[in-house]
């Protein structure tokens, strides 16, 4: 009997890979649906743009309760908005369920490190910063990451871009997308640009959207800088 080996001929339909991905968190200090209600419709009025099919992380970190929490609920009243939640970090065991039922996979907050193989001790040594020079245009859908360093960008940023550094970020033109500092955590990370013209500005996760942006530096010359938690905005010469 003839038999065809069909699994040595198949094509792979599908490859894991990792990658960097920018997300949004949220948050949660406390949920009673009307007041999250009323609060998430204010906030998606202030940044239309931004609210667009935005997977989001549900951070229960800083929640004052630990009850349970409806996240199917939650969870609708997020899509309704625009927001897609795909996962929570933190959390007690009530919400850690009713999250599993919800579909909701549970991240954990610091997520371990892989195994690395033994090396043998050195003497510790002065390593430069990954500075990334860009001297083109950034254009509308591209994203630009300077891992380690600071982004600097001598040119503008397009509507619909995004550039991201460790370090700070500096844009010798307009800056029109999204420009996110201090990704790993730096809360020392600043941004500067000539044209402040952004979506999004963000440094180490708190961040302004454009209609908080169009105030008193809008289109000048400006800096962005974290005083505690909150996002400072002012003009640089």
């Known amino acids: 009997m003839n038999t065809t080996n069909t699994e040595a001929t198949l094509e792979p339909s599908f490859k894991l890979k990792g990658s960097r991905v920018t997300i949004t968190i949220l948050e949660l200090y406390e949920y009673d649906y009307a007041t999250f209600n009323d609060q998430l419709a204010e906030t998606v009025r202030s940044a239309p743009d931004f609210f667009q099919q935005t997977p989001v992380i549900l951070s229960l970190e800083r929640c004052k309760d630990t009850g349970f929490i409806d996240f199917i609920e939650l969870g609708e009243l997020c899509r309704e908005y625009g927001l897609v939640p795909v996962a929570i970090r933190g959390g007690s065991e009530d919400q850690l369920l009713s999250a599993n039922v919800a579909g909701l996979p549970h991240l954990p907050i610091n997520a371990a490190k892989p195994p690395e193989a033994p090396e043998p001790k050195k003497e510790p040594e002065t390593v430069a ?96 800088s974290l005083t505690g938690d909150q996002l400072i905005v002012s003009a640089f010469k």
Do not use: M
């Open 129 to 224: 910063a990954k500075n990334l020079v860009v001297t083109t245009p950034v254009r509308s859908g591209q994203q630009v990451y300077a891992k380690g360093g600071d982004l600097i960008i001598i040119a503008p940023v397009s509507a619909g871009a995004e550039v991201l550094a460790d370090g700070n970020i500096h844009v010798y033109g307009p800056l029109r997308g999204r420009a996110l500092a201090g990704v790993s955590g730096d809360k020392s990370a600043r941004i500067f640009c000539q044209s402040l013209e952004a979506e999004l500005i963000s440094i180490a996760g708190s961040y302004k959207v454009n209609e908080d942006l169009q105030k008193d530096h809008w289109k000048k010359s400006t800096q962005a």
